[in-house]
Nanobody, 123 residues
Framework: QVQLVESGGGLVQAGGSLRLSCAAS????????MGWFRQAPGKEREFVAV????????YYADSVKGRFTISRDNAKNTVSLQMKSLKPEDTAVYYC????????????????WGQGTQVTVSS
């Protein structure tokens, strides 16, 4: 069973950058499409980005397109989310997740979840 651990969250000023990382244990990491989701206080979890198992395809929420970049390294069992031009509305707990059902925006189709990392963007 693959386990996911996120890191890299923190406090940043609006306009700043952060890079989130998700380290996976287990030998089947490359079988999973990997996504990032976020949940702000009082709001539902929302899709942020997803990358296919090979890294050849990526998809983004409209709210982060052009500012965030998802990438993965199957040799190192890691997936990253580079976030630039951060806005206060990006404040949330960010979760990485894995799915064997393809590059999905629907979080219910993901079998693996990390514990989350807090990102706070001050104005």
């Amino acid at each position: 069973q693959v386990q996911l651990v996120e890191s890299g969250g923190g406090l940043v000023q609006a306009g700043g950058s952060l890079r989130l990382s998700c380290a996976a244990s287990g030998r089947t990491f490359s079988s999973y499409a990997m996504g990032w989701f976020r949940q702000a206080p009082g709001k539902e979890r929302e899709f942020v980005a997803v990358i296919s198992w090979s890294g050849g395809s990526t998809y983004y929420a409209d709210s982060v397109k052009g500012r965030f970049t998802i990438s993965r390294d199957n040799a190192k069992n890691t997936v990253s989310l580079q976030m630039k031009s951060l806005k206060p509305e990006d404040t949330a707990v960010y979760y990485c997740a894995g799915s064997t059902r393809g590059s999905r925006r629907d979080g219910t189709l993901y079998e693996l979840w990390g514990q989350g990392t807090q990102v706070t963007v001050s104005s």
